[in-house]
């Protein structure tokens, strides 16, 4: 059976916990900052769980994580 390609797009995006867990950044920090509040600004640099609804589609087009 031939090897398995991982979508190196999705890797460059997802990471996995120790647990085995999906985590994502979150969208809507790269551009028009000055009307986003602080606050707003450093929730969005921390990542966070992926949803479980998305994560066997992720875990299928990222073989080796």
């Known amino acids: ?13 997802f990471k996995v916990t120790g647990t085995g ?9 790269r551009h028009i900052l000055t009307k986003k509040s602080t606050k707003r600004k450093r929730n969005l640099r921390k990542p966070i769980l992926m949803d ?14």
């Open 21 to 29: 867990k999906l985590t994502r950044f979150k969208a809507y920090k």
């Open 52 to 65: 479980e609804t998305n994560v066997k589609n992720m875990k299928r087009i990222l073989p080796y994580l």
């Open 1 to 13: 059976m031939p090897k398995m390609k991982t979508s190196r797009a999705a890797a460059k995006r």
